[in-house]
């Protein structure tokens, strides 16, 4: 059926909603896309909007997660999804960047994963920070040693979000009618403002 919204393997999807149940999976495996996109059935249509509420997730922390490095192999990320997303969402960072460690997590845990010789290594492991000390003292990689060359990138970074800005594009209440403030605050972000006009030809003193 061509313009199907609900994909193929949406039993992936369902079974990472946060109250998937194994009863309610082994009632969607007959089911078809088509089957969860039409049908009018209560049990069904309540699916279908699972379905959407992890897609919808899994768009949102893509697009706004921002990864900071640690050295030359590492890059960590805050992330608190409402869905179990978070391996999902720290592999696709993975394949990004082969060879080197993606870490994503909060307060009480984290998805660690990286992507060398065509494949993905992963782990789930405690709190964001304790995960980055233990794998930062695996690497005998240095914090203070690292620190002013992750001020640099920040800075960088920094500077390059506040020049995607675009004054004609300004709709606040646009923006939160797609994103909420709740799903930002789940990447750990905060609404851009561009308050100088900073470009990054301005950063690197170009003409």
Request: charged share 30%; glycine share 8%; proline share 4%.
């Amino acid at each position: 059926m061509v313009g199907l919204n609900i994909p193929e393997n949406f039993h992936f999807y369902l079974s990472a909603h946060e109250s998937c149940t194994e009863k309610l999976l082994a009632e969607a495996k007959g089911l078809t896309a088509e089957d969860l996109e039409i049908s009018p059935d209560p049990k069904i249509s309540r699916m279908r909007k699972m379905v959407y509420s992890v897609r919808t997730e899994i768009h949102r922390m893509k697009g706004f997660i921002r990864l900071k490095p640690i050295g030359a192999h590492m890059l960590y990320g805050y992330l608190k999804p409402r869905h179990k997303i978070g391996d999902y969402i720290a592999e696709r960072f993975a394949r990004r960047n082969p060879g080197v460690i993606v870490v994503l997590g909060h307060s009480s845990e984290s998805w660690i994963s990286i992507f060398l010789d065509g494949k993905i290594i992963s782990h789930h492991g405690g709190s964001l920070d304790k995960s980055l000390e233990k794998i930062i003292s695996a690497l005998n990689c240095s914090g203070d040693r690292d620190r002013e060359d992750r001020e640099d990138i920040a800075a960088i970074w920094g500077t390059y979000y506040a020049s995607q800005y675009c004054p004609e594009r300004r709709n606040i209440a646009a923006f939160h009618r797609r994103m909420p403030k709740g799903a930002l605050a789940f990447a750990g972000l905060k609404l851009e403002r561009n308050k100088n006009g900073a470009t990054l030809d301005d950063f690197f003193g170009r003409e």
